[in-house]
């Protein structure tokens, strides 16, 4: 299955936040990226976006009235831990 990552080469989505109040707002600001929520990814070395990512998808997807679930992995890419989330339409 090809998924589409968001902002696969932004610098910023690969950086790690300081706190949980910039990752909870960064995850926020992409949100709307994940539409229409078919195979679409977003890559994140910060644990703290991918858990606010996983804690925002789903009510979003609901309020968009879409179907769809939120998948999540952690991978290592060039000795780095990545954490992925994305969506695929049901």
Known sequence: MEIAWIDEQDPVGHR???SWW???EWADS??????PFDRIGYMTPDQKVMA???RRLPPYIRECAFEALVHTAIDSIDGKTL???WTTRT
């Open 16 to 18: 790690i936040f300081d």
């Open 22 to 24: 910039e990752a909870d």
């Open 30 to 35: 992409i949100l709307t990226d994940f539409y």
């Open 52 to 54: 606010s990512l996983l």
């Open 83 to 85: 954490y992925k989330i």
